[in-house]
């Protein structure tokens, strides 16, 4: 059972590349930790800490070696109203029965519902996610004076221009650099611009554990039930999207129902430690994957590394302008949308269109992942199901000299198509023998059995002999379980009303 | 040619181009002339779980994921392309090789995935498995386990052979037996299943702190042995397990030494480490390993 946790493969097969690219991550997990916290309403420490914890514990127990969790976006903007109305404590509780969901979750083998969720929702749920990270920063960007404007794009221009320079550009991490030049450029000309250290406390000490001061009771679970169930589900939706990627990235596998058992714990070790819950990040899991990240390793350096330099360096870092971490999260936004889905707008059919752009907007007004992830599920199935219901047809021929018409049923029937079924029979003739052939059918519910019950009572009402042929296996089950045409007393009970 | 798939049962041989790969070709055909059982030379690719492109930049932007998408399928392309035609060499030599020796009944298997993943699902067709007991991986370290030796011992559900030295021919093989269903399968494997010659000479040997105890699993050991007929020397030390059997087979000239293995969990052997590792990096001469 440990052993699993401790595969020398996953660990130390790739120490160079993993070690680089988890210093890269390191670096990058600290403006954005904080920025999440402050969307969150809570001091910078609190994503700070969860950041660490969520990276070095999801390096032992998490499904997908390579992959970056720690405090995220989209858990955060779930937060804001439990944090607003009653404090850090119940986040932090919170935070734990998330992590008690997913394991629940990873015990139970929910990863496969992930199956539910079409690509399209998957890309809506991405791009809604880049949307809510962008539109976090406007906060940042109104009401300043225009040296904010100026040095956001300036951090904007060192980013995307920085990696140009020939070999330093490949070396040193870009969003480095521009929170290294921003705040020296801050400090010594000493323009009037807020700082991280105006924002809340900064980690001082090593985490440590400790119990949330809360009243242990039906209560307290009242408050926090609700959005320990958004929070577990949003991470995991998250984490196994950012698990795909990266299979997709590494062409490797990753154990799914691992990956939600290990976020549980994760999330739990976290709310222990003061910190708030997280999820996998899809933008730092692709620039750990970029840094040539690739196993466990890369995962627990990020976090290790992360927790170092905000201890020991957080005078230092208190004096890093805004503007920097508005510039770096900006620039997580970008990475994280999805550009290919607008270019392929155009040759998509319009439903997988209308999901994806169902998913952004809902998410981006209700600013809940999850409830966007719903409607685009909702979408998706009845879309699908209204393509199904075109596969029906009922062709009729008549024999004359029995005075027999056949009815040969063809496709899917359900409730979708129910209606269109029962309409295809043409009650007004006269006729004395009636067929219905149901070989060629599939009947999926009991819609479809109530609608052929409806056909047969019709038919047999106006006179005419009805008999039912050829329905398959699967219909004729369906059928023996829900259907009353041949069982005389059910009949008039459903005829009763009539 | 014949097919994989029409094939029941034959005998695998796994090489991958590290220094025992044509040990490991010599002594499966041996075995599978034993068997009269085709010969399966098995070569998998495995996927590289490290990078080598260093893009420290760190940052992200419009469309990362297509380009690194792209930038990485064309990298392992490359790389695949090229192990793909080495391991194709290679098992047209060995290929050739086997059919010098008069042995026609070979065919050649390239597959992706770890040699782990591929005996899994080639399970059911293996007679007997037989790979060199470190990879390429470690082709500069000495005799060290591969990484994946252990997890092949465990999970694979057919005797497996592991070489460790150049291929010479089997007229002495020691049974190292300690009563467990493990052990009972290796010397039934060794003694009933033609796979060894009638003229190869058996040693089995029992060891226990208790010399009584070492005689009586020596009985134990015996009465299981069905054909009488045997050319059979029974063994019986008291003293560290190990250290005996080594021993035993300096002393005997022994070509080949049969065990049953790992009998505990994966973690009581991460934490104390197992007798059977301990072997398999002690021993000199082929194991057949039994589970």
């Not at chain 1, 962008?134 to 995307?160: C, D, K, R």
């Not at chain 1, 949330?212 to 609700?226: G, K, S, V, Y």
């Not at chain 1, 550009?339 to 007004?365: E, R, Y």
């Not at chain 2, 093989?173 to 796979?195: D, H, K, Q, T, Y």
Request: aromatic share 8%; with cysteine; net charge negative.
């Amino acid at each position: 059972m440990l052993a699993k946790y401790l595969r020398k493969d996953e660990w130390f097969s790739n120490i160079r590349g993993d070690i680089l690219s988890g210093l890269v991550v390191a670096l990058a997990l600290i403006p954005e930790a904080i920025a999440f916290s402050i969307i969150a309403g809570v001091d910078p420490k609190v994503g700070l800490y969860a950041s660490f914890s969520m990276a070095v514990i999801i390096a032992f127990v998490g499904g997908r070696p390579g992959m970056i969790s720690a405090a995220t976006g989209a858990m955060a903007l779930l937060m804001v109203t439990l944090v607003k109305e009653h404090g850090l404590e119940y986040l932090l509780a919170a935070t734990v029965l998330t992590g008690i969901l997913q394991m629940l979750a990873g015990r139970f083998k929910l990863g496969q519902l992930m199956s539910f969720v079409p690509r399209a929702v998957v890309v809506g749920f991405v791009n809604a996610l880049a949307i809510l990270i962008f539109m976090a920063q406007l906060p940042e960007l109104s009401n300043v004076t225009w040296h904010v404007y100026a040095l956001t794009l300036a951090g904007l221009g060192i980013i995307y221009l920085f990696p140009y320079i020939p070999k330093i550009g490949t070396l040193l991490p870009s969003p480095l650099v521009t929170i290294v030049v921003l705040t020296l450029f801050v400090y010594f000309i000493g323009v009037d611009v807020r700082t991280v250290g105006d924002m809340g406390q900064l980690p001082d000490t090593l985490p440590i554990f400790l119990i949330p001061d809360i009243p242990l009771n039906f209560e307290t679970l009242l408050i926090i039930l609700p959005y320990s169930i958004s929070l577990a589900m949003v991470g995991l939706l998250e984490s196994l999207m950012t698990a795909t990627i990266v299979d997709d990235l590494t062409d490797t596998k990753s154990d799914k129902n691992q990956e939600c058992t290990g976020q549980g714990i994760a999330n739990i070790a976290t709310g222990f430690t003061g910190g708030m819950a997280g999820c996998a990040m899809i933008g730092q899991s692709v620039i750990n994957i970029k840094s040539g990240g690739r196993g466990r390793l890369s995962t627990f350096v990020a976090g290790f590394f992360l927790l170092m330099m905000v201890v020991f360096l957080s005078d230092i870092i208190s004096i890093i302008p805004m503007a920097a971490l508005v510039a770096i999260m900006i620039m997580v936004s970008i990475g994280t949308f999805d550009w290919g889905s607008i270019k392929k707008l155009k040759t998509l059919p319009i439903s997988t269109n209308i999901v994806m752009i169902a998913t952004v907007v809902v998410v981006v007004f209700t600013h809940n992942l999850a409830l966007g992830v719903f409607v685009g599920v909702l979408l998706a199935s009845l879309f699908f199901a209204n393509k199904i219901s075109h596969f029906m047809y009922n062709e009729s021929s008549y024999d004359e000299a029995n005075d027999t018409r056949t009815y040969k049923v063809v496709g899917q029937v359900f409730f979708n198509s129910a209606d269109k079924f029962y309409e295809s029979f043409d009650f007004k003739e006269v006729v004395e023998n009636i067929v219905i052939d149901l070989s060629k059918a599939h009947f999926w519910d009991i819609s479809a059995v109530h609608a052929l019950d409806k056909v047969v009572i019709k038919l047999r009402r106006e006179g005419a002999n009805v008999k039912l042929i050829g329905h398959n296996e699967a219909s004729s089950t369906i059928i023996d379980r829900f259907g009353i045409h041949d069982k005389p007393e059910e009949i008039e009970k459903v005829m009763g009303g009539h | 040619m014949q097919n994989i798939k029409d094939i029941k049962e034959a005998v695998f041989a796994c090489v991958d181009g590290s220094r025992f790969s044509e040990a490991v070709c010599e002594y499966s055909l041996h075995i599978a002339k034993q068997l009269s059982l085709p010969l399966v030379l098995l070569n998998t690719i495995e996927h590289p779980n490290a990078s080598s492109v260093t893009n420290l930049s760190g940052n992200l932007s419009l469309g990362e994921r297509e380009d690194l998408l792209d930038e990485l399928s064309q990298e392992d392309a490359a790389k695949n392309k090229e192990t793909r035609t080495q391991g194709k060499e290679l098992l047209t030599t060995l290929k050739e090789k086997v059919k010098v020796q008069g042995f026609e009944d070979v065919i050649t298997l390239q597959r992706h995935g770890t040699l782990y993943e591929n005996l899994k699902d080639l399970e059911e067709k293996l007679r007997v498995v037989l790979f060199g007991v470190s990879g390429m991986g470690h082709f500069a370290e000495g005799v060290e386990i591969g990484s994946q030796v252990e997890d092949i011992i465990r999970d694979i559900d057919a005797p497996i052979i592991l070489i460790n030295k150049e291929f010479t021919p089997i007229h002495k093989v020691m049974i190292a037996f300690n009563g467990a269903s493990g052990s009972v399968r290796a010397l039934e494997e060794v003694s009933a299943s033609p796979m060894l010659a009638k003229d190869v000479k058996r040693y089995i040997v029992t060891v226990n702190k208790d010399i009584q105890k070492a005689q009586e699993l020596s009985h134990q050991a015996k009465d299981l042995i069905q054909d009488k007929s045997l050319n059979c020397e029974y063994i019986s030390k008291a003293g560290d397990p190990l250290e005996s059997i080594l021993g035993c087979i300096d002393n005997n000239d022994i070509d080949m030494l049969s065990i049953g293995s790992y009998s505990h969990g994966k973690l009581k052997t991460a934490l104390f480490g197992s007798f059977t590792t301990k072997l398999i990096k002690n021993v000199k001469v082929p194991l057949i390993i039994l589970k």
